[in-house]
Every structure is written in structure tokens, then in C-alpha cells.
């Protein structure tokens, strides 16, 4: 299937091109015509299937059809300022073709810039929860003409917290739109929003919840106080492309990046407290290759769509199986394979049996030749006097230890080697 099976409006159709689309993806082929056709729709999709496209043409197709005016037709919530970003960047191509505006309307910045282009006239609100209610407080937001909502990654809306402004916001809707609702996974919380605020609608399943397919997962069990001696030993005997590591806190993501550019690496942070500005910066370079490692909480994570990263690190591992599978989520995109490695120590037996329940596998643990896991605190490695990898592209190296028959149990990894 072609998107000119879609039969979309000629400007749409330059848009597309434009974008570099194509051929659909799974998601878009099976979303899109009941979309096309006015109905409510709930897909069920991994992370980076395309589901942006799935829903910015429909709608583009809509409104580009029916009556112009500058008032807020299209309304897409999102779960962080980034992927809110990401999505406006598709309608901004789109709107260059269609003649249809869009504004992302987030916290983190000032309100002028945003109230200016609301008044200005705007089809496409793309906004994070907290700040649109803000703005329709003010009385600067008028969701009253709004044909279609989007939730997008409902599920991270939700574990973030958004559920009551989520709740708020549908009711300030009219009643006669249009609701469609993208989620990785489905928890009872997102069960409630479809049954209270859809009417009968698709459900559109690709693929299966959980971790995508195309993920190799590894487990490198190690003291706590050697867990960053491990990372940059790692990257330095493994070939990759651009990486993605996570860490629980800010603080942690800070830490370990400063500790990465002292080995060598090409490496930046991207945590919630650093201005709009600093976080757009350290996305541009990643996505350029300008960066090779980017660590990251999951929160801010939330949006990055590098579709080559080859490896995503859990320095720190997710709370729950659902946090597992949206940060692997961000390697293997569009049919690629990708690296899950799972940096682990015995606190983290539980979430490990979980995920390897919902993968009905056991993961494999691995070792890096030659590393110390003896080394007490005080004489943890020093990796940063060795020689650095060079920066540019991935060169071949040496694969870490693959002892497949020697698995230690993640109880019997010291916490104080």
C-alpha cells in the first residue's frame, strides 16, 4: 500500500513528500481509514511506530476540506514540551503546503510568544496539559469550535500525573468531536477514559505490549558503586550507533554525563531543569550526530525520536515492566534492530523477573573481559585515565563476554564489592 491509496487532498499528498514518506507504516495503514471516516479511534502501538502521521494527516485532510477560519478545530495533548515539539514540526511541513497553523502551547517558557500566536489564529493546538488549562483560565485558549482531540502516549499522560487535567480538559470539549487516543499499553485508568469519553470506538492493535521486537535485551549485573566504571568500559570495547542512557533522577543524569565527556565521549544530559533552550539544544545535537550519548531521565526522554539510536541503556532500571518498555521502545524504530542493556544490581531483582515475565524469556547476562567487579568503593576503576574512543563514526570492537552458562544470580552482586 501507497499513501496515494489514501486518496488525500493534493496539498496533503506535497506535504507528504515533503516529510519523506513513503510507504505507511503499520499503524497508519489500519488508523487512518477508519479516522478518515469521523470515527473515535484507540490505537495500541509500541513507541516510534508513527503514530504522529497517523492522526496529522486525517486531520490536516479534514480541516483543509471544511470551512476555514482561525479558530482551534484540531486540539493534541501530549505527554512533555518535546514530543508536543516533534509533533508541531510535522504540521509545520504539512502547513507549509495547506495553508492550516499550528502553535505547541507548554510550561518552561513565557507566555507571550504562545498567547501571540493563539490570537493570531490557529488551527492545530498541540499543548501539555498543565499550561493549556492555564491559558484557558486566562482566557486566552477557546476550546469551543474543537472537532477532533488527540491523546497521545495516553499512558505516560497518566503515569505523570495529567489524569485530572486530562478529565478537565475533554469536558471543556464539545460534545460532538471526534476522539482518538494513542497508547503504548493499556492500563485501567485509560480503560475508564475510553469507556467515558469515546463512543464505540476502533481499536487499532499493531504489534504487542511490551518491549518492541528487533531488542536483543542484556543484563550486566554489577556493585552499585561500579555501575559508571561499567558504562564507560562498555562503550568503549562495543561498537554502536547513537546511544540512549537512562537515569532515575536529574542529579544522576547530570552526574553521569559530566563523568562521560571526562572519558572522551561525545555526551550531554537532558533533564527538567534546564531552561527550553539548553534541552532543544541537546536534541538538535543528538539528532545531527553531533552527540553520541545523550542521558536522560524519563520524563524528558519523553519525544526523542532519533530513529538509529542502536543502544538504550538502562544505567538506573525503571520502576515497572510498562517504564521498561517505553524507554526500549527507543531503539529497533522502523523495522532496525536495537540493544537493551540493562546495567543492574541485586535491588533490581524484582522489576528484572517482571520484564523477563512479560517477555517470557529469561535475559541474558553478560560481562565486560578485563573489568574489575572486585574493586571496593574506594578503588573503584579510573576509566577515565584510559584512552578515550575516538569521536566520529562507530568502529569495530570486540564484543563484551557472552557467558550464556555462567549466569549469576542478581541476589549474589555485592552492594560493596
Known amino acids: 500500500m501507497s499513501f496515494e491509496s489514501f486518496y488525500f487532498h493534493p496539498r496533503i499528498a506535497d506535504g507528504i513528500k515533503a516529510l ?12 487512518m481509514p477508519p479516522i478518515l471516516d469521523g470515527s473515535d479511534v484507540m490505537g495500541l ?16 485532510e479534514r480541516f483543509l476540506k471544511g470551512s476555514r477560519g482561525r479558530r482551534i478545530r484540531g486540539l493534541v495533548l501530549s505527554p512533555t514540551r518535546e514530543l508536543a515539539q ?30 501571540k500566536k493563539l490570537r493570531s489564529g490557529v488551527e492545530f493546538v498541540v499543548a501539555c496539559p498543565g499550561r493549556l ?7 486566552v485558549v477557546d ?59 476502533v481499536v487499532v492493535r499493531v504489534g504487542q505490549e511490551g518491549p518492541v521486537k528487533g531488542v536483543t535485551h542484556e543484563l550486566y549485573p554489577v556493585a552499585p558503586h561500579l555501575k559508571a566504571a561499567l558504562l564507560v568500559e562498555f562503550l568503549r570495547r562495543t561498537e554502536t550507533g547513537p546511544v540512549l542512557v537512562f537515569t532515575r533522577t536529574k542529579h544522576h543524569a547530570t552526574r553521569l554525563a559530566e563523568r ?23 536534541m538538535d545535537a543528538f539528532r545531527n550526530g553531533r552527540i553520541d550519548i545523550l542521558v536522560a531521565t524519563d520524563i524528558a526522554a519523553r519525544g526523542i525520536d532519533v530513529p538509529d539510536i542502536s543502544h538504550v541503556v538502562n544505567f538506573d532500571m525503571p520502576d515497572t515492566v510498562d517504564g ?23 535491588d533490581d531483582v524484582d522489576v528484572v523477573n517482571a520484564v523477563e515475565a512479560r517477555l517470557n524469556e529469561r535475559l541474558e547476562c553478560r560481562s565486560v573481559e578485563g573489568f574489575d567487579y572486585e574493586a571496593p568503593a574506594s578503588a573503584a576503576p579510573r576509566s577515565a585515565s584510559r584512552p578515550a574512543r575516538p569521536s566520529g563514526p562507530p568502529r569495530s570492537a570486540r564484543r563484551p563476554d557472552r557467558r550464556p552458562d555462567q549466569r549469576p544470580e542478581l541476589r549474589r552482586v555485592s552492594s560493596a564489592a
Open 20 to 31: 519523506g514518506y513513503v510507504t505507511p507504516t503499520p499503524i497508519q495503514e489500519e488508523a
Open 45 to 60: 502501538a509500541e513507541t516510534g511506530t508513527g503514530k504522529t502521521a497517523a492522526f496529522v494527516l486525517p486531520m490536516s
Open 324 to 346: 521498561y518498555t517505553h524507554r526500549v521502545g527507543r531503539t529497533a524504530r522502523a523495522s532496525r534492530t536495537g540493544n537493551a542493556i540493562n546495567i543492574v544490581t541485586r
Open 143 to 201: 476550546l469551543s469550535a474543537v472537532e477532533v482531540v488527540v491523546l497521545d502516549e495516553a499512558d505516560r499522560m497518566l503515569d505523570m500525573g495529567f489524569l485530572p487535567d486530562i478529565r478537565r480538559i475533554l469536558q471543556l470539549l464539545p460534545r460532538e468531536r471526534q476522539t482518538l487516543l494513542f497508547t503504548a499499553t493499556m492500563p485501567p485508568d485509560i480503560r475508564r477514559l475510553t469507556r467515558d469519553f469515546m463512543r464505540r470506538p
Open 260 to 282: 562521560l565527556e571526562r572519558s572522551g565521549f561525545r555526551a550531554t544530559c537532558l533533564q527538567g531543569d534546564m531552561s527550553q533552550n539548553k534541552r532543544q539544544a541537546a
Open 133 to 139: 488549562l492555564d491559558l484557558v483560565g486566562r482566557g
Open 86 to 115: 516533534q509533533t508541531h514540526e510535522v504540521l509545520n511541513v504539512l502547513g507549509k503546503q495547506t495553508g492550516l497553523r499550528s502553535v505547541t502551547v507548554y510550561g518552561g517558557v513565557g507566555y507571550e510568544p504562545q498567547i
